[in-house]
């Protein structure tokens, strides 16, 4: 069945340095992925998105890869901040479908 | 621009009481809406979703009910609320099905 999940649960990391967040997503379908950042008590923020006719995005200090060889899907953030500390999700659309699906999480911790 | 409203924050509700959580969006006209409920340190469920008022669709069976009675309202119900309906509920809209989606702050609802 569809499934969209993340490699590691937590990841933690120096102020300052570049952080990595994974995601591997089970249906070849799926054409549409976007990652969302979800502070502590707050509802999901849109980050970025990226389509399947793309293996690349960059916006502000994040960039999203997208290798559909593997069925792979990364975060980077560049210079990581303590205001980036959050649960980061992975979610995925099928066109077919139309429905968004997330994968667990994978929180971030930003040591200063 | 366009920005969403859910209310309350919180809520505490015993068991076998009613249930309405409110959530508008302004500065669109016929937005998709949709109504998610996240376990503590999980991903998000997909409840309902509604393509136009008086339209909805239910992903799960569930002691839950949705309405729209207007453009840009969506409501989530319960006659008689149970423990496990406890959770952090989100409201979301998108402009289209396939499209990225916006999220409310959510309601953290604790039945006891």
């Known amino acids: 069945g569809e499934s969209v999940g993340l490699h590691l649960p937590t990841l933690s990391v120096q102020e300052g340095d570049n952080s990595i967040i994974n995601c591997a997503y089970s249906n070849s379908a799926s054409d549409y992925f976007i990652w969302y950042k979800q502070e502590s008590g707050k509802g999901p923020q849109f980050i970025i998105d990226?389509?399947?006719?793309?293996d690349k995005r960059q916006g502000q200090r994040v960039t999203v890869l997208l290798n559909k060889t593997v069925k792979h899907l990364s975060l980077q953030i560049a210079a990581t901040q303590p205001g980036d500390s959050a649960v980061y999700f992975c979610a995925e659309i099928t066109s077919n479908t139309g429905k968004l699906i997330f994968g667990q999480g994978t929180t971030l911790q930003v040591k200063p | 621009s366009q920005t969403i409203h859910q209310w309350p924050a919180t809520l505490v509700q015993p068991v076998g009481s009613p249930l309405s959580l409110e959530c508008t969006v302004e500065?669109?006209?016929?937005?998709?809406l949709y109504w998610y409920r996240q376990a503590a340190g999980r991903g998000l469920q997909l409840l309902f979703y509604?393509?136009?008022?008086?339209?909805i669709s239910s992903e799960v069976p569930q002691n839950l009910s949705a309405s729209r009675p207007q453009d840009r309202q969506f409501i989530l119900s319960s006659k008689k609320l149970l423990l496990s309906d406890s959770g952090f509920y989100l409201c979301?809209?998108?402009?289209?099905?396939?499209?990225?989606?916006?999220f409310g702050s959510g309601t953290q609802l604790s039945v006891l």
């Open positions: 979301a809209w998108s402009l289209q099905i396939n499209e990225k989606l916006f």
């Open positions: 509604s393509v136009g008022i008086g339209q």
């Open positions: 500065g669109t006209s016929n937005p998709n």
């Open positions: 990226i389509r399947s006719n793309m």
